[in-house]
């Protein structure tokens, strides 16, 4: 594999990770931050915009596992896939664990 291929998977499992607490957030008909927000990331956007930014999210992080060949044949892409998703997670979890105390 190509080394773009595996920053691509790397960026598919972030795309995705993105995805679960904006979709989650949206669906549920809670605000949550978004880069649209006032100020961008801390301010809290509605819950359509939520549901939008996940669905983009999701197609982004779906286009990027192909271009990442992220499969069982290619237990490295695998494991770079879960890197990002890991590594993007635990930010959220870092930069979001206030947002109801600002």
């Not at 291929?5 to 790397?10: G, S």
């Not at 509605?46 to 982004?60: G, H, K, M, R, Y």
Request: charged letters at 10%; one cysteine or more; hydrophobic letters at 45%.
């Amino acid at each position: 594999m190509e080394w773009y291929q595996y920053l691509a998977a790397f960026f598919a499992g972030a795309f995705l990770a993105n995805t679960v607490p904006h979709f989650v957030k949206g669906i549920c008909g809670d605000k949550f931050p978004t880069p649209f927000a006032k100020p961008p990331g801390k301010g809290l956007s509605s819950p359509t915009t939520n549901v939008i930014w996940a669905l983009v999210n999701l197609l982004v992080g779906y286009l990027l596992l192909g271009r990442g060949n992220v499969n069982s044949e290619h237990p490295a892409a695998l494991i770079t896939f879960f890197a990002g998703f890991a590594a993007l997670s635990i930010m959220m979890s870092s930069h979001f664990q206030n947002k109801d105390k600002e």
